[in-house]
């Protein structure tokens, strides 16, 4: 007699994410967040991180409201959410991430010349993005902009580019810390997601294709931190060659956008 057990689904792995809403941002002396959605951020560690970044000459900071979005923009590099694991690895175990506030990472060189290859996104930041979507904010979210000033030229070498992600990316670490301290009772949304095999069910593989043929023109995979910068690798530098990502590792941030 067959087992009725054989054909119930299998939980290969389980993801947790529990939102932090953000509802007023403010400068200060420090980063503090007190669950009441009143988020307090600083410029004030710019310097220590320009220090060790040879190719990056300037970083500007910039706070825009939901109703200061027809401002300039230089080239919009990446839009970052800010999450952070405070227990398990990627795509598993559970992920604090704030919701109302977005980083924006631009850039341009001494030069003025954009950081981009196949065409820039310089202009009003308003018209530059549709908000919204899958990937970018809510028309009543915060942005921090992080525009970033390079060499003359380094704009159109991978070191470049990678410099202004890796120097943002030290300056969303603030931000995850103050996730990775956040009370685990505070949250405003809690969603858990599971990696199931369902036996004699139709097996679905799901193709993305990324980008990985240039300077700035590139992906990576697998970084230490949802949506981060640091630990994860090149798809340039593997190859190109496909790889397997789960569908909670997509859902935790496991791509960058290099681009």
Known sequence: MKDDNENKPKILRSLTVKSFEVSRVSWGDRFSFDYEG???ITDSV???LLANEPYITDI??????PEGRRCPTNTIMDIIPISAKVLGKLGEGITHT???LY???TGIDENGVQVAEFGSSEGILEEQFVPGRPGTPDQADFILSFDVTLKAGMGSSRPGPAAAHRVCDLYC???RDLLKKARPDAYTEKHTFQDKVRPGGRKVVLIKQVA????MYDTGIFPDEPSGYQGCRSIIDLGNMPVLITPNEYRDGAL???Y
């Open 212 to 215: 990985g043929q240039g300077a």
């Open 60 to 65: 500007r900071l910039r706070l825009i409201p």
């Open 256 to 258: 960058r956008a290099m």
């Open 98 to 100: 704030f919701t109302g």
């Open 103 to 105: 980083v924006f990472l």
């Open 38 to 40: 009143s988020l307090q």
């Open 46 to 48: 710019l310097p220590r």
């Open 173 to 175: 670490g603030y931000l």
